[in-house]
């Protein structure tokens, strides 16, 4: 007998790629990291291209 406690014993981890989208807070934090770097860089992109407006 190898396994004298009977209990199960993965043969191998799981991939990375599934343990990476298994993780809820990881997707959470990328999720809410991205949203707020593009949303902020583009809002600055577009502040720092408009053009210059003239007062009447």
Do not use: H, K
């Not at 981890?13 to 583009?42: C, E, H, K, S």
């Amino acid at each position: 007998m190898d396994n004298p406690s009977q209990t199960p014993v993965p043969a191998d981890r799981a991939p990375l790629g599934q343990r990476l989208f298994d993780n809820v807070f990881l997707l959470l934090g990328a999720g809410l990291l991205i949203m707020l770097l593009l949303y902020t860089g583009w809002g600055l992109w577009e502040i720092t291209t408009l053009p210059v407006g003239e007062l009447p």
